[in-house]
Every structure is written in structure tokens, then in C-alpha cells.
């Protein structure tokens, strides 16, 4: 292999392949190889201009070629096996497996680190192995639904689903963070014999890799690397109130007043989808929204902000349709009709990855929705969420969805943030998906639509910390889940409530869902959004006064906190810290903590533990040493132990940490 020294770039040449490792940002390096004529020099999830980095040595040699940044070194073999050390220590090493044989039949076995695939127009399918470390343990990577915290022996597919959110950034125990900084559909294997990341299509491999003495280190450099979230308004951090569906202005306005009515503090209300006549026209169809500023006004005065549902969707009857479609501003099929998704009328997909759709679309929704006042907007169908998940069928304008589509949630978030950041407005938006760096342009992202079951439950303690892990601060669930709540049953009742109290410490606390036995539309057949059904009620004091004690309670618990959450928003603008921490995020130095999935930290200062089975009214907690106040009954414990708390329906077992 030849090297050669290129300012702060090691280049390296082997036949047609050219690899290309240097400096980006704080103890970190961006490594790109290809076997096409030239690099690509899209940065993806990486902000385009690094943090400068002035402690960078590049050494060539006989035996090969080094580059150190600060604590972070890459030793690329004259063979081309490429291995990373932080500080002389061993951390991540590409796995081959090639013998010599002096034979006629050559090498034994032939593994390579670094496999191209060519397809057939230019393009490759890429897979990079690493060696497998038995003592490792990996975590991150966005949200799967799956009980799975260390993703160690995992199976992970890189792309965007309803419910799925693939961020592709993982943090090892080892002491570095990875991201895979491509956007091509593939798939993530953390093996017990490898470690392998695969794609179907690329014009070239590319990664970051990071050192950090501690999980907080490294994702404070992936946050530098890949943006920050912004600061988070005040008037947020509260409760929201959302359903499907509020299907009227005055059934809406009546809910906001009766929270008013009954002096329960509220944020936030969300008028969901279907509110419009056709998916893409981006407006209020006026039979059953007769007077949108009317409603903001009021709203305001009752000291609560809108937040309306936006869908990239768009039926061949909108309006939009034909401008768009004459303008190339939508998503394409490769063959077969040209519809992504059949639900409720034939669509495309806006192609937020074009420029000029991500104006049209703002232009639509400033007019529409923003000369009313209305800024906070629900991304919803963000990954997109097509009817066939045939990924190779769709062509995006910044190539085909094999290739690109995993960014597209970032560049629709990106509509939206630059929209009203233009508008000189603060930037929050709900999206149901998320990349590497869809933090920087003010999303929530949230679980999506799961069912409402203790099984779903308890995977959200993990997407929660894992989303954290992975860059992603801003999260939150549907609390009570949104799929086969039934109002009616006891059951689901306790269920909400556990999921309630877990709601009230989650970055944002948000009541949604789909809940049964549901309403009937408010007109017959035909079409807009009177001909669209609802789910039942879904306010907090739809189950009953008991419920609606405890629920009034934690929600109090929630605004007594807004210093504290504030505080922990300006962390995650200012640091990437996440908001709902892994203990092993503030305990690095307890081995036990590296192993807990049942209990997290939110923020610095409190432990909590969410009862997740039914009719449970105690459960064992871990606190890790030092003292813990035990916020129901104020009883300080002594902790690096494991101790019994109680949990009875009205109670959460949290603990603060004594200074």
C-alpha cells in the first residue's frame, strides 16, 4: 500500500482503492475508502467544518503509516488493515482473515476487511468488518423495539420504519464511539465473532470514530461533530395533550378550557392528522376549523400552544399535486405505480431530499398554518412510512433510497428548522424518526405507533437511553402506547398510569394514543376530515377520579421541576449530554451499572425505576454508592446495593442523589 502525507490527511493507495483518514474535530477521525475515481465529499451526518485540531502527527514508515489526533491514533498496516488506539491501547481493529500459502492455490482463506460488491451502473454494496472483542459492550444506535440495551450479539437493520429509528451511532465500554456516517439501507451486526455494517448501495465506505475516557466524553465529541441540539423553549418542558384525533375547532378548544377549568397546568395541545380535506394540501379544511386564528387567540390567552400535525404525504387530489409532481418535488418509483402510501387516498412522498420541495413545502405551511401564529409543528410519517416497505423501488433527488433514504427524517426536519429559524422562531418539531444529527434541527423524535402492552413498555426504557446514547436528547414516547387501549378496561388504566409516571421523567411528557372502542367520524362518507373516525377520549380525566388524582399529581411533579429541566435542556444544547441518561452514563466506574435496562438517570441527580408489570407494588433498585433520598418517603439510603422499594399504583420509586 502507498501513503502519502496531504496537509492533516493520511492518504493511502492500494490498486483501486484509495482510502482517505484525517483529523475531525476533538480526538476523533472521519476515514472514507473508495474505489471510484475520485471521493465523495458529502459530509452526511458530519457538520461541514470540524472543531480545529492542532495536536495532529502523521509518521509514514516501512512497516506502515500513523496519524494521531489527540487521543485517538490509526495505524494502517502496509497490507491495509487498518487498527485504532486511544492512547496506545488497542480499541478497534479491522477483521481479515487471509493466510499465506506458498502453493499454486494461494491463500488459505481470503476474508477481507473492506468488501466491494460492484452493481452493475457503477455504485457498490459495501461491507467493513471489525474483530470482535468479548469484553465489549456496545450501545446507541437510535431505537428497535427490542429489550436489548447492550447491543452486544445483535442484529440491527439500518433503515427507517414506523416504530424503528435507526441512528448509526454506537458507544463502546471499550472507550470509543462509531459512527457509520452513511445513509444507504443496510444492516448493523455486533457478533460475537465480528463486528459487521453492510450496505446495499454506495459510491464509498465512510465512517467517524471518537475516543473519550468516558461515555460522556464521547458523546459530548459526537455532539460537536454532528450538531447540537437547540435550546429548548421554556414554554415546552411541561405536559402535552394529544389524541387521535380531535376532529373539530370546538372539540379541541373544549378540552384546552376544561384544563383550565380544572386548573391542570398544560403546554401544549396537538391537533393530530386529518385535519386537512387531502393529504398535501397543509391547511385546515374550513367546514370543521372555520376560524383557526380565533383558536389561536384563545389558546393563548389560556396560555397553551398549538401544535399541528404535518404529513409529507401527498394524495393525488391535493391541490399541491400537480405543481409538485410538474416540478420533480416528489418521491418516484422505480417501476409499477407510482404510489408509496395507500392510507386513505393514493400518495407520494414529498422528496424532502430536494431543496426546492423543502421550500415548496415550507411556503405551504407558512401560509397556511404560520400566518395564524401556529409554530410548533408534528412531523408525523417521517421515515417515510411506505405502504410496501420496498426500499429499492424509491428514488429520492439526492439518488435511489438504497442508497440515500436513511437521511431523509434529518432533511425534513431541516424543511421546518430552516423555515422558522428564518422567521427568527425557536425550533421545536415532533418527528417520528430521526438520523445522525437530526438533533441540531429541533426534533422530538418518538417512539411511533406501538401497541399499548407492558412488552412495549418496558422496550421504551431502552429506546429512550439508547436515543440518548446515540445523540438523539429530545425523545419521548405515547404514553399509555398507541395501538389497543381500551378506556373501558381497568387494565389498561394501570397501564397508563405506570406509563404516566415514566412519562413525567422523559425528556418531554407527552398523552397520546389511538384508544377504544373509538368515536365515529363527525360526517358520513365522502371526503375530508369530517369522514375520518377517532379514537375515545383520551384526557386525563377520561379514566376516572382516581386516576385522574394521580395522573393530576405527577403531572404537578412535572412543573415543579422545570428548573431542573431546564437546566438539563441547556446541558443537552450546550454538551449533547442526554436528558434521559444511562446509569452507566453517570456511573462509568460501577461495573453494575453497564448491565441495568429496568432503571435510568434523568439527568445528574435522579434515579428512576418504572414499575412495568402488572399489579407489581414494590421492585428492587440499584443505587450505586453514595446516598440516595428517596423522594416519596424521604428516607436517605446508603447505596452500592441493591434495595427493595415500594410501589404501590400512585407511586414511582425515584431516588435523588444526596450532594
Known amino acids: 500500500m502507498l501513503f502519502e502525507k496531504q496537509g492533516q490527511r493520511l492518504l493511502c493507495r492500494e490498486g483501486t482503492e484509495q482510502i482517505c483518514l484525517e483529523p475531525w474535530g476533538k480526538n476523533s477521525l472521519r476515514m472514507r475508502a473508495t474505489r471510484q475515481a475520485a471521493f465523495i465529499e458529502q459530509c452526511w451526518a458530519l457538520t461541514e467544518e470540524p472543531a480545529s485540531c492542532p495536536d495532529v502527527a502523521i509518521h509514514i514508515t516501512e512497516e506502515g503509516a500513523t496519524l494521531c489526533n489527540g487521543k485517538i491514533k490509526v495505524f494502517v498496516k502496509k497490507t491495509g488493515k487498518i487498527s485504532y488506539f486511544k492512547e496506545d491501547q488497542l480499541i478497534l481493529e479491522e477483521y481479515t482473515r487471509c493466510w499465506s500459502n506458498p502453493s499454486p492455490q ?80 443496510g444492516e448493523a451486526v455486533f457478533g460475537t465473532n465480528m463486528t459487521q455494517w453492510k450496505v446495499r448501495s454506495t459510491k464509498q465506505l465512510e465512517y467517524w470514530i471518537t475516543a473519550g475516557d468516558s461515555p460522556r466524553e464521547i458523546v459530548s465529541n459526537y455532539a460537536d461533530a454532528t450538531g447540537h441540539a437547540p435550546e429548548m423553549p421554556e414554554d415546552v418542558m411541561g405536559f402535552w395533550q394529544c389524541k387521535l384525533r380531535y376532529r373539530t375547532q370546538e372539540e379541541l378548544l373544549s378540552v384546552a378550557r376544561e384544563y383550565k377549568r380544572r386548573n391542570i397546568p398544560l403546554d401544549v395541545i396537538i391537533i393530530d392528522f386529518f385535519h386537512w380535506i387531502y393529504q398535501g394540501d397543509w391547511s385546515f379544511d374550513p367546514k370543521y376549523w372555520p376560524d383557526p386564528q380565533a383558536m389561536v387567540d384563545e389558546l393563548n390567552e389560556l396560555g ?76 408525523d410519517v417521517a421515515e417515510p412510512e411506505y405502504t410496501n416497505y420496498d426500499f429499492d423501488n424509491y428514488r429520492y433527488h439526492l439518488g435511489p433510497n438504497n442508497q440515500v433514504g436513511n437521511i431523509y427524517p434529518s432533511m425534513y426536519a431541516k424543511a421546518f428548522y430552516d423555515g422558522l429559524r428564518a422567521e427568527g422562531k425557536s425550533v421545536v418539531t415532533l ?43 429530545w425523545w419521548n414516547t405515547d404514553i399509555g402506547g398507541f395501538i389497543g387501549g381500551n378506556i373501558e378496561d381497568p387494565a389498561f388504566t394501570e397501564l397508563l398510569i405506570r406509563w404516566f409516571q415514566f412519562g413525567t421523567y422523559s425528556p418531554v411528557m407527552r398523552l397520546h394514543g389511538n384508544r377504544l372502542p373509538g368515536a365515529k367520524p363527525v360526517a358520513g362518507e365522502g371526503t375530508g376530515s369530517g369522514a375520518f373516525p377517532s379514537g375515545s377520549d383520551n384526557e386525563v380525566w377520561s379514566y376516572g377520579d382516581d386516576a385522574l388524582a394521580i395522573f393530576t399529581r405527577y403531572i404537578n411533579v412535572r412543573y415543579d421541576m422545570h428548573d431542573y429541566i431546564k437546566a438539563l435542556m ?31 438517570m434523568f439527568g445528574a441527580d435522579y434515579l428512576v425505576a418504572p414499575v412495568m408489570a402488572a399489579g407489581v407494588t414494590q421492585r428492587s433498585v440499584y443505587l450505586p454508592a453514595g446516598q440516595w433520598r428517596n423522594v416519596d418517603t424521604n428516607e436517605v439510603l446508603q447505596g452500592g446495593r441493591t434495595v427493595t422499594a415500594p410501589a404501590p399504583l400512585e407511586i414511582i420509586p425515584v431516588f435523588q442523589r444526596v450532594q
Not at 400566518?371 to 409543528?377: A, C, P, S, W
Not at 441540531?440 to 407492558?454: E, H, L, M, Q, R
Not at 449530554?577 to 444511562?582: G, I
Open 106 to 185: 494461494g491463500a488459505a482463506a481470503v476474508i477481507e476487511a473492506r468488501e466491494y460488491k460492484p452493481i452493475i451502473g457503477g455504485d457498490f454494496a459495501v461491507t467493513q468488518r471489525f474483530e470482535a472483542r468479548p469484553d465489549e459492550k456496545i450501545y446507541g444506535m437510535g431505537q428497535y423495539q427490542q429489550p436489548n440495551l447492550n447491543l452486544k450479539g445483535c442484529v440491527l437493520e439500518l433503515a427507517q420504519r414506523n416504530t424503528q429509528i435507526s441512528v448509526p451511532f454506537a458507544v463502546s465500554n471499550l472507550g470509543y464511539g462509531f459512527l457509520w456516517n452513511n445513509p444507504a439501507v
Open 431 to 473: 418527528s417520528r424518526c430521526a438520523w445522525a444529527g437530526t438533533q441540531k434541527y429541533g426534533a422530538v423524535a418518538w417512539s411511533g405507533d406501538i401497541p399499548s402492552t407492558y412488552e412495549a413498555f418496558r422496550n421504551q426504557i431502552v429506546n429512550g437511553v439508547n436515543m440518548g446514547l446515540a445523540g438523539i436528547p
Open 304 to 379: 397553551v400552544r398549538l401544535m399541528v400535525s404535518v404529513w409529507p404525504t401527498v394524495d393525488s387530489k391535493s391541490v399541491n399535486f400537480p405543481a409538485m409532481q410538474e416540478q420533480g418535488l416528489l418521491i418516484s418509483a422505480e417501476h409499477g405505480l407510482p404510489i408509496s402510501m395507500s392510507f386513505q387516498g393514493s400518495t407520494l412522498f414529498t422528496d424532502a431530499t430536494n431543496p426546492k420541495a423543502q421550500e415548496f413545502l415550507w411556503d405551504q405551511v407558512k401560509e397556511n398554518y404560520g400566518k395564524y401564529g401556529i409554530d410548533l409543528f408534528w412531523l
Open 570 to 600: 441547556d446541558e443537552a444544547h450546550a454538551t449533547g449530554a442526554p436528558v434521559m441518561r444511562a446509569m452507566f452514563y453517570e456511573f462509568p466506574e460501577d461495573n453494575a451499572c453497564w448491565d441495568l435496562n429496568d432503571q435510568y
